[in-house]
């Protein structure tokens, strides 16, 4: 059988690894149509920035590799040009020489990635406005970073007048690939300003949690711009350019970067005549194939099933993508392997901090209408208090009210933030409740965590919701209800809420008869653990109380103000 493979990238190049592993007879073409395979596109960012400093560095694995270890046609700067589905033949152009040939296949796979969208703005064109997909335009990015070229000479690179290197940069776009060229650009030495059009970063994240994000871009000296998009460049009469926004605003730069999404590329689906799905990408099933059962597709041009609604999705992620790989090439190989389908797990470095989450958030659960889920805040430290360097690890974590299932989470901080989001997204993928969570055996020693793991203390809040232990409210179901606040008289002059009666937590016991039996009381505190402690001494009592979850430091960052 001959397999041919579009695309040497991410899923592509992955197929063909495992196929070759599963079956040494098999003929294999791998076609790629830029000069590389196998690179790790996620790094680009990191080579525009410096910490990965050679091209080289950026290749996972090579043409020369895929021929001699893995024994198969491998092709680069080999761009398909046409497909035959009724006749199973591909056609291929070499783009060095510009020869053009035919190859039959019995089957395909098709692995063509997502492409940065790049709007038909006026001045798009202009020198010095850069996108980020391949090896070369983070190669093309530091070129135009690094030059320093005199005004009496002009620029050779551009053919630009321009003085010395760029010192302001444009980002536009909040998503990942935006935030890792904000912090690179940030560590050259630019001063950066970060324009969106959604009036928040992360898009995967809850409002509430990229207000922390934002925060954290401000603290870094970013010009955050939300709420407004890009609407057009033009040369500044000084050198350099603008960056023309929707609200009428224009941002100098020496650098604008695209950021603002990607989208399926399409053009090797509708050569095949394969079936596009609602959300614009190849529609797949389970076993990789779509409408043409002699045509697979992988990675961030396929439609797959979301793993915890089941609704079709797209997840331009690299992680499903090589795993998308590995089952097509399965399948090819006669084995009945199955993808599961993703539930969006990702990670972000910014500056000295991560940013993750997996799983569903709460506004796509408003959006599809689901009702049954409850949330929670923590603050719990990222490893022992008593051990130096712990931090506050901010996580917001949702689960099913009806049975305690784990539906999703996210978690910022500056220290530990990768293993607790791998453990969650495993509960995910193991179908876990906050019951699981609570009885989670995690790794403890001083330097890395706790006893009770922040994990487990997500679990272990939760299982106190449903089990009524710890009734809970939100800032903002609050309403005009009442509330105790628990804290101590010296963090009231630090910020207080206006209306809240104070009663510290050592004073309570003594002073329950100034609480009204007749209203449902709302307790606050810091973190809302101390508010725990109040919850169960007022109900033990003979009080409605309820605890406000995630305390004034949820109050802090609540997406509505």
Same mark, same amino acid.
């Given at each position: 059988m001959?397999?041919?493979?579009?695309?040497?990238?991410?899923?592509?190049?992955?197929?063909?690894a495992?196929?070759?592993?599963?079956?040494? @007879?098999?003929?294999?073409?791998?076609?790629?149509r830029?000069?590389?395979?196998?690179?790790?596109?996620?790094g680009?960012?990191?080579?525009?920035?410096?910490?990965?400093?050679?091209?080289?560095d950026?290749?996972?694995? $090579?043409?020369?590799?895929?021929?001699?270890i893995?024994?198969?046609?491998?092709?680069t700067?080999?761009?398909?040009?046409g497909?035959?589905?009724?006749?199973?033949?591909?056609? *291929?152009?070499?783009?060095? %020489?510009?020869?053009? %040939?035919t190859?039959?296949?019995?089957?395909?796979?098709?692995?063509?990635?997502?492409?940065?969208?790049?709007p038909?703005?006026?001045?798009?064109?202009?020198p010095?406005?850069?996108s980020?997909?391949?090896?070369?335009?983070? $190669?093309?990015?530091?070129?135009?970073?690094?030059?320093?070229?005199?005004?009496?000479?002009?620029?050779s690179?551009t053919?630009?007048?321009? /003085?010395?290197k760029?010192?302001?940069?444009?980002?536009?776009g909040?998503?990942f690939?935006?935030l890792?060229?904000?912090?690179?650009?940030v560590?050259?030495?630019?001063?950066?300003?970060?324009?969106?059009?959604?009036?928040?970063?992360?898009?995967p994240?809850?409002?509430?949690?990229?207000?922390? #994000?934002?925060?954290?871009l401000?603290?870094?000296?970013?010009?955050?711009?939300l709420?407004?998009?890009v &609407?057009?460049?033009r040369k500044?009469s000084?050198?350099?350019?603008?960056?023309?926004?929707?609200k009428? @605003?224009?941002?100098?730069?020496d650098?604008?970067?695209?950021?603002i999404? #990607?989208?399926?590329?399409?053009?090797?689906a509708?050569?095949?005549?394969?079936?596009?799905?609602?959300?614009?990408?190849?529609?797949?099933?389970?076993?990789?194939?779509?409408s043409?059962?002699?045509?697979?597709? /992988?990675?961030?041009?396929?439609?797959?099933?979301d793993?915890?609604?089941?609704?079709? $999705?797209?997840?331009?992620?690299?992680?499903?993508?090589?795993?998308?790989?590995? !089952?097509?090439a399965?399948?090819?190989?006669?084995?009945?392997?199955?993808?599961? +389908?993703?539930q969006?797990?990702s990670?972000?470095?910014?500056?000295g901090?991560?940013?993750?989450?997996?799983?569903?958030s709460?506004?796509? *659960?408003?959006?599809?209408?689901?009702?049954? =889920?409850e949330?929670?805040?923590?603050y719990?430290?990222?490893?022992?208090?008593y =051990?130096?360097?712990?931090?506050?690890?901010? !996580?917001?974590? *949702?689960?099913? @009210?009806?049975?305690?299932?784990?539906?999703?989470?996210q978690?910022l901080?500056?220290?530990?933030?990768?293993?607790?989001?791998?453990?969650?997204?495993?509960?995910?993928?193991m179908?876990?409740?906050?019951y699981?969570?609570?009885?989670?055996?995690?790794? =403890? &020693?001083?330097?890395y965590g706790?006893?009770?793991?922040?994990?487990n203390?997500?679990?272990?809040?939760?299982?106190?919701? *449903?089990?009524?232990?710890?009734?809970?409210?939100h800032?903002?179901?609050?309403?005009?209800?009442? !509330?105790l606040?628990?804290r101590?008289?010296?963090?009231?002059? /630090?910020?207080?809420?206006?209306?809240?009666?104070?009663?510290?937590?050592?004073?309570?016991r003594a002073?329950?008869g100034?609480?009204?039996?007749?209203r449902? !009381?709302?307790?606050?505190?810091?973190?809302?653990?101390?508010?725990?402690?109040?919850?169960r001494i007022?109900?033990?009592?003979?009080?409605?109380a309820?605890?406000?979850?995630? +305390?004034m430091? &949820?109050?802090?960052?609540r997406?509505?103000?």
């Amino acid at each position: 059988m001959k397999v041919i493979i579009m695309g040497g990238v991410a899923g592509g190049a992955s197929c063909a690894a495992r196929l070759r592993r599963l079956d040494e @007879k098999m003929e294999i073409l791998l076609v790629e149509r830029g000069p590389y395979v196998s690179y790790a596109n996620c790094g680009l960012p990191y080579h525009v920035g410096g910490s990965i400093e050679n091209e080289a560095d950026l290749l996972v694995a $090579t043409e020369q590799m895929f021929k001699v270890i893995f024994a198969m046609d491998c092709r680069t700067n080999c761009e398909v040009i046409g497909i035959n589905a009724a006749k199973k033949t591909v056609e *291929l152009k070499n783009h060095l %020489t510009g020869e053009v %040939t035919t190859e039959k296949y019995d089957k395909l796979v098709l692995s063509p990635g997502a492409a940065p969208i790049r709007p038909p703005l006026e001045g798009i064109d202009l020198p010095g406005i850069f996108s980020v997909r391949t090896v070369a335009d983070a $190669t093309n990015i530091r070129k135009w970073l690094e030059r320093d070229v005199d005004r009496s000479v002009g620029n050779s690179f551009t053919g630009v007048d321009t /003085v010395s290197k760029p010192k302001h940069a444009v980002v536009i776009g909040g998503g990942f690939i935006g935030l890792e060229m904000v912090e690179n650009l940030v560590e050259r030495g630019l001063t950066v300003t970060l324009l969106e059009k959604l009036n928040q970063v992360m898009p995967p994240l809850d409002p509430e949690m990229a207000r922390l #994000v934002e925060r954290y871009l401000v603290k870094h000296n970013v010009n955050l711009e939300l709420s407004d998009g890009v &609407a057009g460049f033009r040369k500044a009469s000084k050198g350099g350019l603008e960056v023309l926004t929707e609200k009428g @605003k224009a941002h100098p730069a020496d650098l604008v970067v695209m950021a603002i999404g #990607v989208k399926p590329e399409l053009a090797l689906a509708k050569m095949a005549g394969i079936k596009i799905g609602e959300r614009g990408g190849m529609r797949v099933n389970e076993q990789m194939i779509t409408s043409d059962p002699d045509i697979l597709a /992988v990675g961030d041009a396929v439609e797959v099933k979301d793993f915890v609604t089941g609704d079709w $999705t797209l997840i331009p992620l690299a992680g499903p993508a090589n795993r998308q790989g590995r !089952i097509a090439a399965d399948v090819l190989a006669g084995r009945d392997s199955k993808f599961r +389908g993703t539930q969006g797990t990702s990670i972000c470095k910014l500056f000295g901090a991560t940013i993750a989450q997996t799983g569903l958030s709460e506004k796509t *659960l408003k959006r599809i209408g689901d009702t049954d =889920y409850e949330k929670v805040y923590l603050y719990p430290n990222s490893h022992a208090g008593y =051990y130096p360097g712990a931090k506050i690890m901010p !996580i917001k974590f *949702l689960f099913r @009210k009806s049975d305690g299932k784990v539906l999703g989470a996210q978690v910022l901080g500056e220290d530990g933030v990768a293993k607790r989001i791998d453990s969650f997204a495993m509960a995910i993928q193991m179908g876990c409740t906050i019951y699981d969570l609570e009885e989670a055996e995690l790794s =403890y &020693a001083p330097p890395y965590g706790s006893a009770k793991d922040p994990v487990n203390f997500a679990g272990m809040v939760a299982a106190d919701v *449903l089990r009524g232990d710890m009734p809970i409210v939100h800032w903002e179901a609050l309403g005009d209800g009442f !509330i105790l606040d628990v804290r101590n008289p010296p963090e009231l002059e /630090v910020e207080s809420v206006e209306g809240a009666i104070n009663i510290p937590l050592p004073q309570l016991r003594a002073r329950l008869g100034e609480l009204p039996r007749d209203r449902e !009381i709302n307790i606050l505190c810091r973190s809302a653990q101390r508010a725990y402690y109040v919850t169960r001494i007022l109900q033990q009592n003979g009080f409605k109380a309820r605890n406000i979850s995630g +305390g004034m430091l &949820a109050r802090s960052h609540r997406a509505d103000g």
